[in-house]
C-alpha cells in the first residue's frame, strides 16, 4: 500500500472537497482487531493493518480468477477507505441522511471511484464486489447480520455491480451478460445511479473545487486509461 501510494492517491482525490475541519487518513495496528472506522472526536479515518492482512489472506485463499490477486486487495481498501471518508463527510458537511446511513457511505464510496473514470472504476469496484461476494460465500451467516447496521455481504455485492452498471450500461454490461446482475435488478440501476448522483449533487458537490475536481479527472483518467479493460 506504501509502495503504491495508495493514502497519497486518495488524499489527492479527497482534496477537492473543501472541508471545514481537517481528515486525517492513516493505516494503523489495532492489537488485533480487523477493523476500519471514522472517529468524529480527532476527525480521523483509522484502517487496521488486521484488516489489511485480512483482506490479503481472504484474496490468496479465494483465488479471484477474473479478478487479479492485487484487484482483490486494493478495490476493498479503497472502497472501504471511501465508504468510511462517506461517513467522515457527511459529518463534517452536515449532510442530512434519510434511510441508512451505512448504505449511504457504500453509495459514496462507489459513486467517488465511478466519477473518477471508469477504468479506475471498473478495477476498484470489480475487486470490491469480488470480497463481498466472497465474504458471502465464505462464512455460514446468522441472525447477527440481519440485525446488524450494514447490509449483508450479498447485497453490498448487488448494490456496487447495480451502481456500476447503473452509471453506464454498456460498458459496464459484463455485469449483466456473464449473469451476475440479474435483468430484474439491472432494469432500475440506472435510476439507483441517478438518484444517489442527485444527492451527492446536492449534499456534498456545492463543497466541492469544481477546476480542482476536473483537473483531477483527466488526470486519472489519462492514468488508467491504459490498464482499463
Ligand atoms: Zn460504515
Not at 483509522?46 to 477474473?66: H, I, M, N, Q, S
Not at 462517506?86 to 457504500?106: K, M, N, S, W
Not at 455460514?140 to 450494514?150: C, I, R
Not at 435488478?185 to 442527485?198: I, K, N, P, S, T
Request: hydrophobic share 40%; glycine share 6%; proline share 4%.
Amino acid at each position: 500500500m506504501r509502495d503504491r501510494r495508495v493514502l497519497e492517491q486518495l488524499a489527492e482525490v479527497l482534496a477537492v472537497v473543501r472541508l471545514p475541519r481537517p481528515l486525517t487518513l492513516r493505516f494503523a495496528g489495532c492489537d488485533g482487531t480487523s477493523n476500519a472506522w471514522y472517529e468524529p472526536e480527532d476527525g480521523s479515518v483509522t484502517f487496521c493493518y488486521e484488516y489489511l492482512a485480512d483482506l490479503r489472506k481472504a484474496a490468496v485463499a479465494g483465488k479471484p480468477g477474473r479478478v487479479t490477486l492485487q484487484e482483490a486487495i486494493d478495490g476493498p481498501t479503497v472502497f472501504v477507505l471511501l465508504h468510511e471518508t462517506g461517513h467522515a463527510v457527511f459529518d463534517l458537511l452536515d449532510v442530512p441522511i434519510l434511510g441508512r446511513e451505512e448504505d449511504a457511505a457504500d453509495a459514496f464510496a462507489a459513486i467517488t471511484l465511478l466519477r473518477l473514470g471508469k477504468g479506475v472504476a471498473l478495477r476498484m469496484l470489480r475487486g470490491a464486489a469480488w470480497s463481498y461476494f466472497h465474504e458471502a460465500h465464505s462464512r455460514k451467516m446468522d441472525e447477527s447480520d440481519y440485525a446488524d447496521v450494514h447490509g449483508l455481504d450479498s447485497q453490498r455485492y448487488y448494490n456496487i455491480l447495480c451502481m456500476a452498471y447503473g452509471s453506464d450500461p454498456d460498458y459496464f454490461a459484463a455485469a449483466v451478460k456473464d449473469g451476475r446482475l440479474p435483468p430484474e435488478r439491472a432494469e432500475g440501476c440506472v435510476d439507483e445511479y441517478l438518484q444517489a448522483v442527485f444527492a451527492m449533487q446536492k449534499l456534498v458537490a456545492p463543497a466541492v473545487d469544481r477546476t480542482a475536481m476536473e483537473r483531477l479527472r483527466v488526470k486519472h483518467s489519462k492514468r488508467f486509461s491504459a490498464g482499463a479493460r
